[in-house]
């Protein structure tokens, strides 16, 4: 199997504060990795990195093969990796149908595409004229997941997906995401607080604190010493 996505001893902070302290994870082709770990990890801070947000202080971050760490933002993203950012994600002042015409005008997307995602996600066509700083806090995210998955050749990177979205929907979500990936044979990386989206979706869980990877495998062994140690342990 291929990887998609290779990171390799990476560390990466803001300004002279060092958060990730040698990073190595792996994304196969066609595979959901996800990475858990409680507030302040570092999660967001190894995206923005891969995203070309921060540049790196040392360490590699391959795509496809080819080294990327460094690049600018712009270039990573034409590269074929979506992106879905913790909060935001979409242009609130334009409509729904603007702001997915803007991202599928400058990535070119084929119709055919659209179309599937429309299909996927109905939310688009039943909210197309309204302003996306109107819709509910759900439904943007599901914009910002749709202009992430636009933009996704290969890869979709994921920022705590389910966040704001209600328990009792977050099991449909976790099904859709499958779908989503399988039809448009994706790799996903999906960083989240609460393990048990990643439970549903991931081959590989890594275990992220204070900017190190403790622990990677199976998500059913894994999330579950997780979730005991947060709920019946508290550390
Ligand atoms: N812009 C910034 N400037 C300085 N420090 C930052 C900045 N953003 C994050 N940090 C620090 O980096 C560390 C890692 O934060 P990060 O956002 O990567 O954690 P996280 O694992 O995504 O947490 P959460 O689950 O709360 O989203 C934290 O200590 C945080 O305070
Ligand atoms: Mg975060």
Redesign the pocket.
Known sequence: MTNVLEIKNLKSG??Q?L?LNGVSLFVRDNETVGII??????????LKTILGYLKPWSGEIVYLGKRIEGMSTEKVVLLGIGYVP?RGGILKTLTVRENIELVAGIFKESSEKLRELRKLFPVIDERASQVAGTLSGGEQKILSIVLGLLTAKKLLIMD?PSAGLAPAIRKKFSGLLKTVATELGLSLLI?E?DPSLVADLANTVYV?ERGNIMRSGKPEELVRVEVLREHYLGF
């Open positions: 803001y300004g504060v958060i770990g409680p507030n302040g990890a570092g999660k967001t801070t190894l913790e705590e960083a607080q992220m």
